[in-house]
């Protein structure tokens, strides 16, 4: 499955969406880097995977949630 809220307006990354992401990949949980933010919104930041060690990139508030490549989607 794939999971991205791009496109969908309005969904930019803030940390009560945390509960509802997980890794595109093994469904591991997903860790959040934050690299700058505005009050509740991630503006950007690296959602990092616990169990296959993906990295994610979070741009303009948009976390980018598609499985590299290689993983074979
Ligand atoms: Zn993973």
Redesign the pocket.
């Known amino acids: 499955m794939r999971f991205s809220l791009r496109g969908d307006a309005g969904a930019t990354m803030r940390h009560d969406l945390m509960d509802l992401l997980a890794?595109p990949?093994?469904h591991?949980t997903l860790q959040l880097q934050v690299t700058s933010s505005s009050g509740e919104e991630i503006l950007s930041g690296t959602l990092r995977?616990g169990?296959?060690q993906?990295r994610y990139p979070i741009e303009d508030g948009i976390p980018d949630l598609l499985p590299p490549p290689s993983a074979g989607a």
């Open positions: 890794c990949v093994c591991g995977c169990g296959c993906a």
